[in-house]
């Protein structure tokens, strides 16, 4: 499985970006694809996830209202839409799937 992240960069608070996250070499048809992120000294901490092939979604207390994660209809590409972002969401942002990571993408918001 390959995974790569793209959309990451720096917005002022209040603003918005939008990840995405190509998958390819895999060929399940159920399974869940989930972003995670990680600041310097912390643990890598679960942001949101969605399945396949029903769309549910799922998002942490600190970005629920704020973020939107979505995939396209192949399910091959995952978003996640970041409003009304806060310093705290600054971060390296992974793509996950199953047992296999992106290599990450960071997203820098200043106050």
């Known amino acids: 499985i390959r995974l790569v992240e793209s959309g990451g960069g720096s917005a002022q608070a209040g603003g918005s970006l939008n990840l995405s996250c190509a998958a390819s070499?895999?060929?399940?048809?159920?399974?869940?694809m989930r972003w995670f992120r990680q600041t310097p000294g912390k643990e890598r901490e679960f942001v949101a996830s969605?399945?396949?092939?029903?769309?549910?979604?799922e998002y942490s207390d600190a970005v629920a209202g704020r973020f939107t994660i979505s995939r396209d209809n192949p399910g091959s590409t995952m978003y996640l839409q970041m409003n009304n972002l806060k310093p705290e969401d600054t971060g390296l942002y992974y793509c996950?799937?199953?047992?296999?990571w992106g290599q990450g993408t960071q997203v820098t918001v200043s106050s």
């Open positions: 070499g895999f060929h399940y048809t159920t399974y869940f």
């Open positions: 996950n799937l199953l047992d296999s």
């Open positions: 969605i399945a396949w092939p029903l769309g549910d979604t």
